[in-house]
C-alpha cells in the first residue's frame, strides 16, 4: 500500500510542476501572449512561493521541489507575457 501512495505521490507532483510548461511552449513558439491573464500568472507565481516556503519549513522535498518548478512556470510565462504581451 506505501508503494501505491508513493506512486500517486510522485504522479501527482510531476503533474503539478509541468502545469504552466504546456503554455510556456506554445507562447514560446508562437510569440502570442495577449490572452494570458496577468492576475492568473501572478497567482500562479505566488502559490508556488507560498508552497515553497511551506515545504522548506515542513522540511518536505515532494512540496518544494515540486512547486519550485511550478513557480519556475509561471515565471517564465511572466517573462514571456511581458515580451510578447
Excluded: C, H
Amino acid at each position: 500500500m506505501k508503494n501505491f501512495e508513493l506512486l500517486f505521490g510522485y504522479l501527482g507532483s510531476i503533474f503539478a510542476s509541468l502545469i504552466f510548461f504546456p503554455q510556456v511552449w506554445t507562447s514560446y513558439k508562437t510569440k502570442k501572449t495577449r490572452d494570458l491573464s496577468w492576475p492568473g500568472i501572478i497567482i500562479g507565481m505566488l502559490n508556488g512561493i507560498s508552497w515553497v516556503v511551506y515545504g522548506l519549513l515542513k522540511g518536505d522535498p515532494f512540496i518544494w521541489v515540486t512547486n519550485s518548478l511550478l513557480f519556475i512556470g509561471a515565471f517564465l510565462l511572466m517573462i514571456l507575457k511581458k515580451k510578447y504581451g
